[in-house]
C-alpha cells in the first residue's frame, strides 16, 4: 500500500506548496540590519513525524555556539530567533491509515530518514537560492534539530558541526 517512492513525492508536493511562503520570509531576514556580534546563522528545522508536520526557526548565534541577543537599545539591529516557517504539513494522511504507515515506516526507515532530509534539505536550500540568500555575508546553515551536521548554505556541502563552530 506505501511505498518509498509514493510518500517522498508526496513530501515534495506539500513542500512546494511552502515555498513562497518560505521564499518571502526569507527575503525579508536576509534584509535585516544583523549585529556585529553575530558570526553565524541556523536555520534549524523542528521535526514532528507524528503529525508530519516541520517548522523552522533561525537563531542567531557566536562561534561558542550560544545564542546572540539584541541586549541594547538600538531597535534596527537584530540578533535573537526568528520563526521563518510555521508549522507546516509535509504529508497526509486519513487517520485510519496511520498505524499502517508507521509499521511501513519503521520497516523502511533506513531508507526513509536519509531521503527524507535530502528532500528537506534540497528545498530550503533553493527557496535560500531563491530568496537571494547568497547575498547574506553571514555563514549561514539549514540544520536538524539536535543533529550533529549542518547544510553549509554558501558551500552547498554538510559539514560536522565541529568544523561549523571551529
Known amino acids: 500500500m506505501f511505498t518509498v517512492d509514493h510518500y517522498i ?5 506539500n513542500l512546494d506548496k511552502q515555498s513562497e511562503l518560505l521564499v518571502r520570509n526569507l527575503k525579508s531576514i536576509i534584509a ?3 549585529s556585529p556580534n553575530i558570526d553565524l546563522l541556523d536555520f534549524s ?3 514532528e513525524p507524528t503529525r508530519f508536520e516541520l517548522s523552522i526557526v533561525m ?4 562561534k561558542d555556539a550560544n545564542e546572540v541577543f539584541n541586549e541594547g537599545n538600538d531597535t534596527t539591529i537584530f540578533a535573537g530567533s526568528e520563526e521563518i516557517l510555521p508549522s507546516v504539513e509535509y504529508h497526509q ?15 523502511s526507515e533506513e531508507t526513509l530518514v536519509p531521503q527524507e532530509q535530502k528532500v528537506f534539505t ?15 555575508n553571514i555563514p549561514s546553515y539549514f540544520i536538524f534539530h539536535d543533529d550533529h551536521k549542518s547544510f553549509d548554505l554558501k558551500n552547498n556541502q554538510w559539514i560536522d558541526d565541529v568544523e561549523k563552530w571551529s
Do not use: V
Open 59 to 62: 537563531f542567531s548565534m557566536d
Open 45 to 47: 528545522t523542528f521535526i
Open 93 to 107: 494522511l486519513n487517520d485510519s491509515q496511520l498505524a499502517d504507515f508507521f509499521e511501513f515506516y519503521e520497516q
Open 122 to 136: 534540497e528545498w530550503f536550500s533553493q527557496c535560500w537560492e531563491n530568496a537571494g540568500g547568497d547575498l547574506l
Open 9 to 13: 513525492r508526496s513530501i515534495k508536493a
Open 32 to 34: 535585516y540590519n544583523f
